[in-house]
Each structure stands twice: as structure tokens, then as C-alpha cells.
């Protein structure tokens, strides 16, 4: 089906989901939409996360999008019900593909999950886990100064392995033979956590299980693109701060150019609007 999938994220992280739909899927045409100027979802309430999500996707349906992933585990901790409540097309967060690829590889049953302040207080991955498998053992552990770490490029500076020594100690402790990345920049912490935690223990990517679910659930619906890609990928983003290209390369693992800022506020007028019209129509009737 030649329509774009659509994508988005809190800010930039999201372009590591992005990175492996381009691998996986090479043919598609990805529409991404970075929310910087809001930014930090992680530290915000349920409500604004739902009501950030509702107006993200809005913004990406414009671009006749025939599936939208939620390339962020604190909207698809909190927002997912809501979305799928509101859109027609398919919505893919990353939540329950981590959740489901931990419960298969897990051997003792002990599975860890770092992530945002927002999303380990939701337990959303130890509800997907234990639904799943009810003998486990979920030992969650927030990782707020993470993602200031990963976007300074501070990927294997001594501070970073002093924060993550600090942050992993109970897994450990408790033998967790499997760890859920559950925030979209700790993928490019892989390798300190790797050494951290020892090779043992199995590191699941949730944006990578994620992609696999995207194109199981394509083929399910027939919506592959079967031809030639569409047309370039675009890159939104709501605010371009300091150095956003610089990292949103370090994320894509290749240069990123070609960032279009749009003026979300306008937009956010602008359907607020539409809402105002159709209820006045509804009203005349």
C-alpha cells in the first residue's frame, strides 16, 4: 500500500525505532514527528501525555499515514488506549513487543526494566510481563539523568558509568537475567550496559521488537508496500533546539539534514478551530 507510516516521539530518541524501520523495512516512506518543544514527556501527567499524543497523531494524519507507530515507552505506557480509541489505522507502541520478546527469552524469570520516571511508575511493562508470565519477578528502575547523557554524546564517559552503576545495583543483586532498554536513547548505551550487567543477561531493545511487530502487523492488514519507496522520508519537529541535527545523526547512525521545524502552535489553533465549527454545525442541526 503506498501511504507513509508515521512516527512519533517526545523529542529525538524515537529516531532509533526510525532507524530500524529503515533496515527492516527499506521500501516504506516514514514521516517523523519529533515533539521537542514539549519535551519532556517523562516527568508529565497521564492527561497531558494522552492529550500530547492525540494532537502528535492529528499532526501526522495529515500526511495520509497508513499506520502510526508510538516511537516512545512513556505515550505508549500511558496513551495508548486513547489513541486507539481516536484512529482507524493501526497503532504499534513499544511497550508490549519489549514486554513479549523479555517473556521469551527470560530463563529464571527475573526480568529488569530501566526507563523514564513516567513510565516505570506506570508499570505498563510489569502488567504486559505478568500477563503473559505470572511467575515473574519485574524489577523496574527509573533512569531520569539517562537521557541528558545519551543526547551530550557522553556515551562511554566515566560519568555515565558512575550513573549507571548507581542505577543497576538491584538488578544484579536480584539476578535479572534479562533487561528491558525501555527508553528509546538507551539503545545507544547497549555496550557500557553490557559490560555493566555481563553478558550473560540479555538486553532487549524495544524499539527493534517493535519494528518486528510494524511489519507483522502490515502483512497482516495488507498494507506493505510492495513497489518502489514513495518518496524521501520527512523529519518534523515542533522546536529545533541547539545541535538537534548533530544528534539526531549520533541516533540514526547516519546525517540528518533535512529537519523541518513546524509551527505546532499554529497547528494546534488551527484544529482547535475545527473542533469549535463542527460543534457549532452540530449545534445548527
Not at 505508549?76 to 484512529?87: F, Q
Not at 519489549?98 to 527475573?110: I, M, S
Amino acid at each position: 500500500m503506498k501511504k507513509p507510516i508515521g512516527i512519533f516521539d517526545s523529542g529525538i530518541g524515537g529516531l532509533t525505532v526510525v532507524k530500524q524501520l529503515m533496515y527492516l523495512l527499506p521500501a516504506e516512506q516514514l514521516v517523523y514527528f519529533g515533539d521537542t518543544a514539549r519535551i519532556p514527556y517523562g516527568s508529565k501527567s497521564k492527561r497531558l501525555i494522552e492529550q500530547y499524543a492525540i494532537e502528535n497523531a492529528r499532526f501526522l494524519m495529515q500526511y495520509d499515514i497508513k499506520a502510526l507507530v508510538v516511537a516512545c515507552n512513556t505515550a505508549s505506557s500511558l496513551a495508548m488506549d486513547v489513541l486507539l480509541d481516536y484512529l482507524d489505522i493501526p497503532v504499534i507502541g513499544v511497550v508490549i513487543p519489549g514486554a513479549e520478546a523479555a517473556v521469551e527469552l527470560t530463563r529464571n524469570n527475573k526480568i529488569g526494566v530501566i526507563g523514564t520516571i513516567a513510565t516505570i511508575n506506570s508499570n505498563s511493562y510489569m502488567i504486559q510481563i505478568q500477563k503473559r508470565l505470572k511467575d515473574a519477578k519485574v524489577y523496574a528502575q527509573p533512569c531520569p539523568l539517562l537521557v541528558p547523557l545519551v543526547e551530550e554524546g557522553w556515551l562511554e564517559d566515566e560519568i555515565t558509568i558512575m550513573t549507571l552503576k548507581k542505577y543497576l545495583p538491584e538488578m544484579i543483586r536480584e539476578q535479572v537475567d534479562t533487561l528491558i532498554l525501555g527508553c528509546t536513547h538507551y539503545p545507544l548505551l547497549e555496550k557500557i550496559i553490557r559490560k555493566i550487567m555481563g553478558d550473560h543477561v540479555k538486553l532487549i531493545d524495544s524499539g527493534k521488537e517493535t519494528v518486528k511487530a510494524v511489519k507483522q502487523v502490515l502483512m497482516d492488514a495488507g498494507l506493505l508496500n510492495q513497489s518502489e519507496k514513495i518518496g524521501p522520508d520527512k523529519f518534523f519537529v515542533s522546536d529545533i533546539p541547539m545541535k538537534f541535527e548533530e544528534i539526531g545523526s549520533r541516533f540514526l547512525g547516519k546525517k540528518l539534514d533535512n529537519v523541518e521545524r513546524v509551527d505546532f502552535e499554529r497547528f494546534l489553533v488551527k484544529i482547535d478551530s475545527q473542533k469549535v465549527t463542527t460543534h457549532s454545525r452540530k449545534v445548527e442541526v
